[in-house]
Every structure is written in structure tokens, then in C-alpha cells.
């Protein structure tokens, strides 16, 4: 079977997912279709397979990460997200084979990846390479299985050839195609030195800014390990063995689903979904992931421990935010952002007196509206997509203070002269578990009580009214840049009175009038 | 309202000050063909040129009256005399800026009536303009001795005048110290965008910009002339920066009736509006040229984009009053926190408006332990603060006098709507700078098991 044969095949295979709801809903013929939307020229937006797998495995943080492409791919891309890693480094190195046209032309690809492959395993020894394939090695029919197989039998380093050029769907699709090549070549290929009946897997999280880390403090204490992880802080070994995990705990998203499912499939690892966002999603997962371990065998005092950690911890958590209320209360908030966020943040914002004036629902599945109705108790503030211009207008009208959102849209606000707070995956701060709702509200507090909004709304020296002038003779002599005369010197009567020297008044003369011992200011 | 303390303490460890006299001689080094001439020992002078020489990294003519241990006791009348005509022999300045020490205010002379005396008999002197400015060492710092310069020069060479009969397009532009030469040129690049004339006063843009001359004179090359400060008093107006300057501008009023207005800051958008204000005001334009309107909308995107990394900033600013005021009003309306704001003398009463709670007048050594108690983010000082930046692991941005381990500090300009949005990112991106990798241990997480690293095996390639 060629290369593309198999990539077909595959993406077949992921399209037709028995664990996503939307896709169970669908009849035969809408699932053979696949679930991608096919692409619009001229109004698409978002990245493409390979950026989807990229971002998917990037996170694994000894892995070296080889692009096989030309250098747009790499070089255009790299270094652009803030996964953060405890351990190594190397992930974010950004390796590439950089192909040429006599690459390309003369067929040299192949040739090229095997070398780089060579030449990146005697510098940096990495427990793996993935190999990602692009658009062009694909066009031109690099075979990158045969490289990685040939590689992983020369220089003993697993060589794992990630399979998702960039014309084949979107970053959802990549993201997938990641999660199968995981499943392939790596989940199942290490075995731990000891089980524990308290491992869990972590699935779809990314560490951005540290959000896991934000999290484990609350798992260190009932006990439980992350032993498998795609790919947040990773290690290539925990990966290898998410197999022996006894729950995979989704987040988030559903772009990895088949990896849970297969993982349940394959070796009994039951999944559940769930998300750190917001304080009561924090507490529903520790509860859902601590039941199934029971249910796979674990002590159930963990349940009670559970029930404790969570009383003490949102107890703790709203003392704090309790602090924090009269900075944030009465502030109207527009959220865009999708899916689980949706409605996962609205209920602890609404908690501190914020309104939310509207959230949108893009990304968000029939469950996620319901619940986005029952917690503002009506479906008026619920929309799908905004155009920037309607944003913008929201915005500027005032009818919001506050846009939470993700990067897209964070000009629309800013534009507008509107405080934005980042809440997609380039933000730089960790917003999850219980502390990053501190840190969220903090955010929120930081944008919305800048006082820098209420100058640069202020109106500019030519847009207000001006004290009379006098008035001004024309200019003496030549123009410096055009030599052209002025018209010499005019007798101009004076139009003011000498200021009366009086002390009391010196120094404010005609101008302003403020009586102000200290007039920095015109209004002060 | 800051509220202003001196430490209780004896001791003062690492100066933030430069002396009264540097500050005399740095405006008098602001008149074309100047020297400015100590009246004190011999080293008085050696310590502040070299100040001024890492500073500048120019070669400055300052000179000293070189007193020693008999003039100091008889009276150094003729130390003077004899000083000035050295300098007149050796390089005819035009104008001769004469700063006290605190030598001989100890010894407690009588310079005034002593210069009036030798001017009067000396008509050979004639040429040379001469001017006495009172500035004790023990009194003030740098930012004093320049206003007093400035005073002194307004009271000596600005015509007194009875009756007003101004140029409507001329103005008087008086420089506090903390506008370096790229400040100054900003200012007047804006006043003359209005079709105002600007006479500077005093004007270090022309004679401390940092250039290569065709000539070697042995004075200032470059600055206010003398003609131009005679013709001051005929001005429509005139714009005082900064508090300090409020003495000079208003001993031109009572001088020559000359009105003015004191901008305490011009650095900020409100500030620099303000001024503009007036500008549009004093040339009767409606409206402004296209470049600076442009200018104030680039610096409100630039204060959009800077107030990410500026919102909650901690700040520890250590400067002469009217910077410390100009920046921290500057940081705080963008929602930074001036934590510890240290400063060099009580008599500017802009400190008192200083955001910050407390204003120390103080040293580096409080700056330094202030810092640290109250977690400031970065620090901003004049080139000493590195060692207290080094010890506390914070990045400097550099601001104020001296500036000696980095070149073209001449060309820092934080004025205007461009100064101000070029000093927006130099403060947002001294954030972005701090380098911190965060861990789990941040967040109270165990880290991950060791297990799971990579252990290298040997090369099979």
C-alpha cells in the first residue's frame, strides 16, 4: 500500500469516531463524508493538519521535533507557543530539513531526511525524532515511513514518522492524525517500572504557561500520578506508556478522542471528559477521575479524601476571590471563546457580581448550551460567531468592559479603546484549576482598572475647544524648505494686556486660567 | 499626595546625587562659547568633568579657580581674576559661567560684589560675559545648581523691561536638567511644527549632542547665544519644563513681563497634550499638522500594546524630582505601581505628587534595601543602580545622570508623543526581558518522577 494510500485510509478511520457525539448523530452517509468542514477559499481561518499535529506532540519535551518540509513550515512556525516544560528543553529547537529546489527537483528528499536524521541523533541523543511529513514531501511521494523504519534500525532512536501534510484537512484533522501516529509507533512500547492503582492519564492538555502544574498540587495530594501525558510536560516515556494508566481523563477538547478510545479499546483504559477551567469543572473532575479509579480497583476512602480536598480548596479559593470582588463587580463581560470555556467560567465570573453579557458557543456541543442556558438562565446572551465589526461595535458602544477572548479578536478590542483578556492558548498566564481563577480574576481586575483607558479615551488637543488665541502676525523672512517670502514684518495690534504682576496668579497667564500652583495638567 | 521622608540615619551609602556646582556647569555649558569655572580647590572640578566626561563622552571645557590654602583663608577675589583672565587668553570664551563650591560658601565670600568690583575695573573683561551662581555643594543637588544657573544667566543677561512689545511668533523654552540633548530637540522640533520660534534656554542639544566639529576651541561649541538670551524678554511667552524651572521663568516675568506656564511633565499622553494645547493656543492653529497627530494616535497603540506588561508592574525609580515625577506619572497612568520612588532634594515641590506613597530623599543604598522590601519588578536609575540591580537580580533601565555604561545617553528622548512611546517599549520590553522559566515548584507541585526522563545511551553512530 503506497503512502497515500495509508493516509487516506487513515483519515477515513478517524473521521468515523464511535465516541463523538456529533459523529453517532450523523447517518451512514454524512459519516462517510468525514466530519471536516470543507474549507472556504477566501474566508478560512485557523492552521492546517500539520500545525494541528504539531502543536498536538510539540509539548512532549525531549522529543526532537524534525520538520521534513521547506522552510515555511518550520521556520514560520516555530517558537510560537508557551507550553512549558520541567524538564528538557529541546522541543522548542526547531529542526527542519529545509528543502531546496534541487531537493525537490533532482528527488533528494528522501536522501536529505535520513541524513538530518543522522546528524540530529549523534548531536543531541534524543530518546525520539518524529518525523513530521508536509505538503511537498507528500506531493512529490517522500516516503518518510521507509525513512523513520530505516533510521529507527542505523541509529537505535525510535524515528516515528507523524503523517499529516497540510492539505489534507485542518488542525482538528492533525491533531488526530498525531494522536494515531502516537497509537501506531509509541503508546504501549515502554512498560513502567511499577503500576500504582492511582495513574492516571492527562489528554489534550498542553501546559500552556503552566496550567498543568497549576493542577498537580491538587493530585500530588490525594496521591495520584500523571503517569501518561499528550502531551503536557511530557517526557517521550510517558507517552510509551499511557497503556497502563487506569483512567485517561480528556480535557477539554475532543481533538484526541481516539486516542482515549483506542486506549479503552486496546488496553482497557476507561476515559472520561473533563476540564480545569473555572472552579466547579476543577472539582466535577477530581470527582469523575478518583470514581473510576475506584471503580478500577483503588481504595475508596479516595473518594472521601477527594470530597475533602475539594471543601477545603474551594473554600480556600473563594476567600480569596472574595477579596478581589469590589475591583471586579458590577463589569460587563463579553466572552468569546467556544466550547467547554463557554459556560465553564461564566458561572465563577457571575459568582464575583460580573455580568456576562454574552458568550458565544462556537465549538460548543448541544450539552455545553444547555448548560450555558441554565446558567444565565436564558439563551438571549448566546451566540455563535461575532464578525469583528459587530464586536467592535459592541465594544465601542460600550456595552461591554471587558472582552475575553483569544487572540483573533484581541485587536477588535483594543481598537475600540476596550480592555481584553486572553483566554485561548497563546496567553501568557496559567488560568487553570482553583489558583488560576485567582489569577483569571486578577487578569480581569488588571485590564478593567487600568487607568490608562480613561486618558487614551480623553479627547485630543485639536478635537476639544481652545481658549481665544490672540492673534498671531504673519511669519518674517523665507520659508526655510521653499524660500518662498513670508509677508515681512506686520504691525500687529496686541490683542491681550500684559499680565498683571500679581504673584498669585503668575505663571498661569492667559493660557488655561487654572489657578493650580501645579498645572501639568489642563483639567488638574 | 507622596508623602516626603529623610531617612534617620547618619551614613549615606552609594550617592544618588551629582553636586549642586555639576548641575551649574552643565547649564552653563548650554551657552554657545561657554566655560564654566569653579570657584573652589582644584579637584572639585577634576571629579565633576569626569563625571560629566563618562557621561557625555565629550571632551568639557571646566575650569577652576583652583583655590588653595591662603586664598581660602585671604578671600579668593583675585583667584578669580586671575582665572578668568586665563581663560579669555587662552580660549576668548564669550561667556564665562563662574559656580560656587562648597569650599568657598564655607569660607562664606562675597563673589557678587567681588565680580561686580573686578568687572568694573577690568573694561578689558568686556567681551566675555560673567555670571555667578551660588551653589553650595552642601545644598540641593544637580538639579538645584541647574535652575540656579539658569537664574543667574536670565538675571544677568536678559534686559529688564518696562513696557511689553512682544513677537507674537517667538517663544522662550526653559530646559530643566533632566532633558537630555535629544529632549530638547524633540521639544523644538514641536514648538516650530506650530510656527513658533523657540529661543532655548539653556541649550545643551546644540553643544552636548555628541558631534564631530571642524574646530577645537577650548569652550562649549554650540548653545543658547548670547544675542538670543538678550533678546529673550521680547518673547510671547514662555514654556518652563519642568517644576525647577519655575524660578527662572518667573524671573523672566518679573523682568520683562514675559508670561508663562510651567509643564511639569511632557512626557505621557495628558502631559504632552497639554502642551501641545498651548501650543495651538500661542500660534492661534486651529488645528495641528498631520505628523503630530499621527504621532499621538502611534502612542496610543503603543500605550494599548505596552499596558500588558506595564498593569501591575512593581517600579523603583530613583531620580532628580522632575524626572522621578515626569516617568512615575508616565508608568502609573499606565497602571504600573511605584513602589519605591527615591529622590535627591527636598526643595521641588513636584515631589509631593509623585504616585507613589512615600518619596525617600535618599540614596542608592535606601533605593536598593527599598527595593527589595517592597518586591520591585525593575528598577530605574542612573548608571550606579547597576550594583543594586546586579544584587537583586533585576533588570535597570537606565534614566537620569550619570550614564556611563552605555553610549549615546544624549540621545534618550522620553518627551513628546514619540519619546513617550519609544520610553512605553523600552519599559515593556525590560519586562519581557526577565527571563523566567516557570516550574512546577511555582505552583506547590511536586516535580516530575525521574523515571520518565531520557537517560542518553552511548553513540552507535
Redesign the interface.
Known sequence: MTMADALKDKIQDVFDEPACGHNVNKTEQQRKKGCAKPLTPGAAAGGCAFDGAKIALQPIV?VAHLVHAPLACEGNGWDNRGA?S???ERYRTGFTTDMTEIDIVMGHGEKKLFRAI?EL??KE???AVFVYSTCVPALIGDDIDAVCKAATE???TPCIPINAPGYVGSKNLGNKLAGEAMLDHVIGTVE??ECTPYDINIVGDYNL??EL??V??LL?RLGI??LGSLSA?A????VA?MHRAKVTMMVCSKALINVARKLEERWGVPFFEGSFYGISDTSDSLRHMCRIMVDQGADPELLDRCEALIAEEEAKIWLQLETMRPRVEGRKVLLYTGGHKSWSVVSALQELGMEVIGTSVRKATEEDKERVKEIMQTDAHMFDNMAPKDMYRVLKEAKADVLMSGGRSQFVA??A?MPWVDVNQEKHEPYAGY?GMVDLV?AID??V????WA??R?A???E?E??E?????P??GACPVTGIEGQGPAV?P?TRP??A?EPAM???????GSTN??????DC | MARITHPKRALSTNPLKSSTPLGAALAYLGIESAIPLFHGSQGCTAFAMVHLVRHFKEAVPLQTTAMNEVSTILGGADQIEEAIENLRRKSAPRFIGIASTALTETRGEDVVGELKDILRRRDDFADTAVVYASTPDFEGALEDGWAKAVEAIIDALVPAASERDPELRQVNLLCGSHLTPAEIEELVRLIRAFGLSPIVLPDISCSLDGHVSDDWRGTSLGGTTIEDIARMDRSAFTLAIGESMRGAARALEDRAMVPFRVFQSVTGLKPVDAFIRTLMTLSGMRDAPPSIKRERSRLVDAALDAHFHTGGLRIAIGADPDLLYALSQTLSGMGAEIVTAVSTSQHNPVLERVPAEEVVIGDLGDFEDLARAARAQILVTHSHGRHAAHRLHLPLVRAGFPIFDRIGAQDICRVGYRGTRAFLYEIANTVQSIHHRATPEDFGAAPIPEEFDHVPHAQTC
Open positions: 525531549d512549558a520541567s524538564g528538557s543522522k541523533v549523534a541523543d534524543p530518546p542505523k541509529f537505535g513502567p517500572a504557561s503552566g502544574w497549576q498537580k498540587p500530588d500520578r500523571i510536560d517526557r517521550y516515556k510517558q506508556m483594543l481598537k479603546k489558583m486578577r488588571r485590564a482598572n487600568n487607568p490608562m486618558e487614551l480623553e485630543a488637543p485639536w476639544g481652545l481658549p488665541a490672540g492673534v498671531m502676525p511669519l518674517k500687529v496686541m500684559a499680565p504682576k503668575a505663571g498661569t497667564g492667559f493660557l488655561g500652583p501645579t498645572d501639568f495638567e489642563d
